[in-house]
Each structure stands twice: as structure tokens, then as C-alpha cells.
């Protein structure tokens, strides 16, 4: 058995009030490591919580890769349409990393009631739409009946847009669409009413069947040799592979035409939304600056804690010097001493910070202003495999900024202690 690690274990446990180490200095040393792996734990889900909550509307509203027309992308001019038929749609989903591709169709237009009026965005779906992201977020009724080859009538609004308009489910509106110089009114009843808290789109889009979409737009989607819509979204398997995919679709796709001799191109979600993703990736940069100054402390107050233990006990130290003892074996010994600190330290800090996070995410106790952040409530990502490697880095890190001033044991000379005694 290592003889260091048996005396700093003895040391640590003793139950004599009058040999155990000094109570406070271990206090003060296990508190500060306690605090710091908690506002790591805490700082992190938060942070993996907040940008994970809010990626996932963003690609619920779009996808994660877009192909369209190459001039829609150019001007974003929504009047332009590719032909997405079954021959193209096998084609983009043989894509290595693809996992869902969808059709759909977008037109402008205003919603209009008798007592007021709203621009928006409608945006046709079929099918073959993945409506799990917008089930999720229903306030109110049901999703639309969702069809490629017939109109339904039906519309999804926002909470947004339903206030503004005086509108609950089951009420009729009319919708108007500029076409041609020509002003076209369609009638429909509002299914469902959503709500994410993304502003910017619950503004302005709203969600309808894509056959009507596509007629709106004069094209045509009455077999599946000729479905011409606005654009294809693309879904794949993992979000950190969207940049790969997007080099094969450019490699496949990009700059080629559809059967109707229109030009493709694509686009990734982080391309149409620069200012949301650069927002997010910046929370990193937070991050990791708790992470320096969590272990900071935690690194200091052990140094401290260390010191302190040390002075306290260098009759120990001289006496194992007189007894034969190494320097390497009493910092060996001091060193085991600080780990057990730094473990009890760990050990109530995952407790408190692991406690904090499940409490908010059970209770959502914390509400935050949506309008500002997104979220109503802050959002928790329990990442365990995260959790794991905090602590082992905090105990190895704080175990390290100790080999230094474990080094202090070298300088105490054992017949300075036996005349101090």
C-alpha cells in the first residue's frame, strides 16, 4: 500500500479533536472548489441549453439546408421555382448525412379581417413536411390538413398574428396575394395557432397547405414528373455535419438544373441567419471565461487551504524527516491530503449545481423575458459526459496549481521542529 496516500488518509479522517487537520482551512478550500464545479455545471447547461433551444427553432422554421432556384437565393425574389419532382428529390436525399428532405412553397400576402390588416408570409407544406417542431409549439387547435395535391382551406398562425388580428381557432379570414396585377382573395379558417417566442418569424410567417401555395404562384403541382415549388429543405443527421453535407450538395447540386432547366443552389441555415448563429457562438467565449476563473478560485483557495494545512502540521512533517521520510513522500503525502479536500469539494458541488439544474428544468423557476431571449423560461441541457469531464479536468488542474507549493515541505528542517516542540 502506498504509505503516502495511508498517512493523508489518516490524517484526513482522524476523529481526535487534537491531531485532525485544521476544520476551517478544509472548509474554506472544499468551499471554493464546491462553488466553482457547481457554476461550471450550472454555466454550462444553461449555456448548451439556451443555444440548442434556440438553433432548433430556427432550423424548425427552415431546415438545416435549403435548395432552391439559384436567383431566388440571388434576389430573394419568392416568384422563382424549381421543379422538385420525384427524380430530384431522390437525388438530394442520396446525399450522404441527409435524413429528411421536404417540399415547400412560399408567397406574400396580407391577412385581412374587418377590422384590421397584416402582411405576412405564407408558406405551403405537403405531405411530407416534419411538423413535429411546430406540433410542439401549438397553443391552440391542431395542425392544418397538410396536402400536395389539394386545397385544404386551413391555416396555422402565430400567437402574434392572431392577436394583432383579433383571430382564435375556428375563425374565417381572408387572404389576399398580388399576382400579375392582380389582386387574389382565398378564404380560410384558422386550424391552430403557435407559438416559439422567435419574434422574427412568428411575425411574419404563417402555414397553409403547399397546393394552394403553389397555384398562388401559377405553377404547376398536378403530378409528381412536374411539382414545381419554391424550394426543398434539407434535414440531416447531425447539426455539427451541416458543413460537410453542404460541401457534397454543392458538389451535387449546386450550378446543375432541374428537369425544367432551372439553375439550383443551397444554402445552410447559419448562412441565412449570420446574426443569430455569430450571437450564439460568442456565449462560448462566456463560457470558457467561467470555466478560467472557476478553476482559478478553485485553484487558489486549494493553494491557500494547502499552505495553511502544511504550517499547521510541521511537527508531522519533521518527525517523518527524522524518521527517514523523503521530501517526495511528505509532498507526496500533502498532495494525497489536498486530492481527498478536492474530492469532498467535488462531491458537494456536483450535488448543489446538478440539484440547481434539474430544479430549473422541472419547474422552470427562472423566467426570462421571450421577446429579449427567445425563451420564457432558461433553458437546461443536462450534457452527463460534459458533467464527467468538468470534474476530472477541475481535480486534475487544481491537483497540478498544488505541486508547487507542495515544494514548501522542503524547507522545514526536522531539528527546527523538535526544539519548536
Known sequence: MNLSFDIARSVYYNSDADRRISRPAVRIAMLGVAIGIAVMIVSVAVVLGFKHTVRDKVVGFGSHIVVTNFMTLQTTDQSQ??????SLYRKVSSIKGVRHVERYSQKQGVLKTDGDFLGV???GIGEDYDTTFLAKNIVEGRMPQLSMWKSTQQLLLSRIQANRLGLKVGDKVFAYYLSDDDVRARPFTVAGIYQTNLTRYDESICFTDLYT??????WSVENKNVMEVTGMEVLVNDF?????VEAQMIETINK?????????????VKDQNPQIFSWLDLLDLNVWIILILMVSVSGFT???GLLIIILERTSMIGLLKALGARNSMVRHTFLWLATFIVLRGLMWGNVLGIGICLLQKWTGLIQLDA???YVSEVPIEMNWGLVVLLNVAT????????????FFVSTIKPAKTMRME
Request: glycine share 4%; charged share 15%.
Open 81 to 86: 421555382c424549381i421543379n422538385a419532382n420525384d
Open 121 to 123: 408570409v405564407f408558406k
Open 213 to 218: 401555395m403553389s397555384r398562388l404562384n401559377g
Open 240 to 244: 455539427d455535419s451541416i458543413d460537410s
Open 256 to 268: 446543375s438544373q432541374d428537369s425544367d432547366g432551372h439553375y439550383l443552389s443551397s444554402s445552410t
Open 302 to 304: 486549494m493553494i491557500s
Open 371 to 373: 421577446a429579449t431571449y
Open 395 to 406: 481535480l486534475l488542474l487544481t491537483t497540478l496549481t498544488l505541486v508547487l507549493p507542495s
